[in-house]
């Protein structure tokens, strides 16, 4: 799941990766509800370590609306401040054309669907609520 912070993958690996998945899906809501009563836990453990790629790695995923498109991605987070975490695009936009892969750009707490804590001292992984379910419909996609 964490390719897309150590290099820039090619559109036809990330296109293997899009799921078409309908607006309101239930399923998804429930996910994006348990990201947000769980996000703390993300801020908290950001607060509680210096930024380090070697041991701890962070995303948060958003909804990005450009022109009446929507497009659900990545952010690898470096920092959470006055309410917004700062980071830089992990995905290459497929619908959204101002955005390109590396971009910085600030994510509001409310805005958040999910979100992932690697740990690469302990080899754990938090989050990422979505993932699996996101997986499964990319391949009946």
Known sequence: MFGFFKKKQSNEDQSSKIASIEKGDATLEEFKKRAQQDLQYLIDFMNEHEQNDELFQYAVKTNFIEEGNS??????????????????????????????????????????????????LTHTKVGGFSSGYIRNKSKQS
Do not use: C, I
Request: glycine residues 6%.
């Open 71 to 120: 497009e659900h991605m990545w952010v690898q987070v470096y920092k959470f401040n006055d309410g917004k975490f700062t980071g830089r695009l992990a995905n290459e936009p497929r619908t959204v054309k101002l955005l390109k892969y590396g971009d910085y750009v600030s994510v509001a707490r409310e805005d958040v669907e999910d979100w992932v804590l690697q740990d690469h």
